[in-house]
């Protein structure tokens, strides 16, 4: 990393580390944008994350789906293109925090971009991917550095953070793996199709949904639907059904108050055993410990406004 690097990352530890007064994620201005922060080492559990960016400025993260583990730290970024439910582990002392940046994804606005891109940069021609990790370069460093300034003022968030995110998104899709990124977003081909029927799992979850269904909303067979499913999000579309209403019972336990039972319910089990045994076995705790748990550690504010999708960090 180059002197001028290390100053632009000193200089982001330190603004993100005034913005984040409380474990966990804290609110900004900007409705898309949360800042995170972590004291302690997290041993490797279950998330699943809204399509978005992770910007790690100090700490680190890994992100285990599959075979395939990402690194996001100060010198890697996530981006997660469709919600895949994977596990995570987080490095921080209470000396030195875990301190990121998450960007949930702006659809319109990047699909705007994406437009104007198309009129003016070819991107190469590469395999969409569910998620990335990538190395940051320095013009997306400036950038984020830039957008963290700014989010310490109210009255700057709101005139120039709209413009500083749009910068971030520019900086990403023309980097070294925005054409994977930007062949993601375009949900075109069998990839697209996957992420259409996830999109109607996150939207209608609470419902009764058979492998049908689907496939039908993909516009494919059945058996065509399970295998390309299970290579954008390496797991089958009911285990993937199932985390989806896991991870948003313990969401509405923590954000609502409900009891396991009512989130049970409201998440469509019909069995409340079952639900118990099922979360203990995603969280590797019963659902009152969990949220117990979460609650002692770590702070989650109300949802943002809605998007796309529907799930839990």
Do not use: W
């Not at 979850?205 to 909303?217: C, I, M, P, W």
């Not at 009512?262 to 019909?270: D, F, I, L, R, W």
């Amino acid at each position: 990393m180059s002197r001028q690097r290390n100053g632009v990352q000193r200089q982001m530890i330190a603004l993100l580390d005034r913005l984040t007064p409380v474990e966990g994620y804290n609110l900004t201005p900007l409705d898309d944008v949360r800042l995170l922060r972590s004291n302690r080492r997290m041993s490797r559990t279950p998330v699943l994350y809204d399509p978005g960016v992770v910007i790690v400025v100090q700490g680190r993260k890994r992100g285990y789906l599959g075979d395939t583990v990402y690194l996001y730290d100060a010198q890697h970024y996530l981006v997660v293109s469709v919600p895949v439910p994977f596990t995570m582990e987080t490095d921080a002392t209470l000396g030195e925090p875990m301190l990121a940046i998450y960007l949930r994804l702006d659809f319109q606005m990047a699909a705007d971009l994406l437009l104007e891109l198309d009129e003016h940069h070819d991107a190469p021609q590469t395999r969409p991917r569910s998620m990335v990790s990538t190395p940051m370069d320095d013009a997306l460093a400036d950038s984020v550095l830039r957008l963290l300034q700014v989010l310490g003022s109210p009255l700057d968030t709101k005139i120039l953070g709209p413009a500083l995110l749009r910068e971030i998104y520019f900086r990403i899709f023309v980097g070294r793996q925005g054409g994977t990124l930007r062949a993601a977003l375009a949900m075109q081909g069998p990839f697209g199709k996957v992420a259409k029927a996830i999109r109607k799992i996150h939207g209608s979850y609470a419902k009764r949904l058979a492998v049908e269904d689907l496939a039908s909303e993909a516009s494919m067979s059945v058996p065509s639907f399970h295998a390309h499913f299970r290579t954008v999000t390496n797991t089958s579309p009911m285990q993937y059904l199932k985390s989806t209403r896991l991870h948003q019972a313990r969401l509405l336990m923590m954000r609502n108050g409900l009891t396991a039972a009512a989130a049970c319910v409201k998440v469509g089990y019909e069995s409340s055993s079952q639900f118990s045994r099922e979360f203990k076995r995603l969280f590797g705790r019963t659902p009152v410990d969990e949220v117990e748990r979460m609650k002692r550690r770590f702070a989650l504010p109300p949802p943002a406004a809605p998007s796309a999708y529907v799930s839990s960090h």
